[in-house]
């Protein structure tokens, strides 16, 4: 990814064509528009000024398509989040994103997919040291919706006891009647 002639940065800012990120399996074009996202004339400009933060421009004959600004964890909750969750509400309405296509939509035309932007973002800025910091959110996400599956199932467990216990109860008091119709 991203090429021999690439220098990994710490902080700064990079241009590169869109045919260049279609190439990297970046771009998605959407079906039924024009394929700009494989334009040498789509130029997207990433900034990071801060550890972690991004700043994307797509420009498509020199006028502005999009601006996103994001950090790397975001892209990570996107990707790793319940959809019912409140951060992941909030995100993916922020920026765009469609969980079916994993991408952040940058007009009617094309989508970056998000699966293959955040190792790209890691390698460029990989003097940032974000690609562990990235693993870590990810088993933090991977755990916290194990145990949630496991509160909801432990919950069903719960009523499914329930349930059982008030059968064997039921069975109980039917067993006590048919002694005590047989003694009498």
Known sequence: MGGNNTKPLLFGTFKISGEQLYKEGIIINEPGELPIGMSKELIFKVTSKDEGNFHVIA???GGVIKEVDFNHEDLIILLHESETSEVYQRLSTK????????AIQMGRAF???????VPY?????????LSDKGEK???EC????????KRSAS??????DQEVNNHVRELEALERQLRASVKG
């Open 137 to 139: 959110l990810v088993q």
């Open 142 to 149: 991977q755990l916290a919706r194990l145990g949630k599956d």
């Open 95 to 102: 920026l765009s994103f469609r969980r079916q296509g994993k």
């Open 111 to 117: 989508s970056l997919d998000v699966t293959k932007l």
């Open 121 to 129: 973002l890691y390698e460029r800025f990989s003097k940032q040291n």
């Open 155 to 160: 919950t069903q467990d719960d009523v499914g």
């Open 59 to 61: 420009k498509y004959l």
